[in-house]
C-alpha cells in the first residue's frame, strides 16, 4: 500500500508565498514522475507541474516563473515552492506519483488527499 500525505497549505495574501510538500509512504520500489494538479470550484482538474526522476521539470504557463517543484529522492518527497501568488492560485493542490512498489512489475499512479490553498486579494 502506498499513501501520499500533502502538507504545507492554508491561507495566504496575494503576492505572498507557501510551501507545499508530499510524503510517499509505503512499500516504495521506485518513484518516477511527481506532479502536481489543482483543482478549482467548477473547474477540472489541471497539472501545475511535473519533475522525472533526474529533476526534468515542466510547469502550466499559468505559473512558469512563479512555481518551483523540486523532489527529495532519498525521502521520496516532492515540494512545491509557489511565490507572487494570485487569487486565481486559489483550489485544492493534489500530489500525483508514479510508484513501482515491491510487489509489483508495474508503476502505478497514485493520489494524495489534496490540499486547500486560498489566495486573498
Excluded at 521520496?76 to 492560485?89: G, I, P, R, W
Aim: proline share 1%; aromatic share 10%.
Amino acid at each position: 500500500q502506498v499513501h501520499l500525505v500533502e502538507s504545507g497549505g492554508g491561507l495566504v495574501q496575494a503576492g505572498g508565498s507557501l510551501r507545499l510538500s508530499c510524503a510517499a509512504s509505503g512499500s516504495i520500489a521506485s518513484i518516477n514522475t511527481m506532479a502536481w494538479y489543482r483543482q478549482a470550484p467548477g473547474k477540472q482538474r489541471e497539472l501545475v507541474a511535473t519533475i522525472t526522476t533526474l529533476s526534468n521539470t515542466n510547469y502550466a504557463d499559468s505559473v512558469n516563473g512563479r512555481f518551483t517543484i523540486v523532489r527529495d529522492n532519498a525521502q521520496n518527497t516532492v515540494f512545491l515552492q509557489m511565490n507572487s501568488l494570485k487569487a486565481e492560485d486559489s483550489a485544492v493542490y493534489y500530489c500525483n506519483a508514479n510508484i513501482r512498489t515491491w510487489n509489483s512489475s508495474r508503476a502505478f499512479y497514485y493520489w494524495g488527499q489534496g490540499i486547500q490553498v486560498t489566495v486573498s486579494s
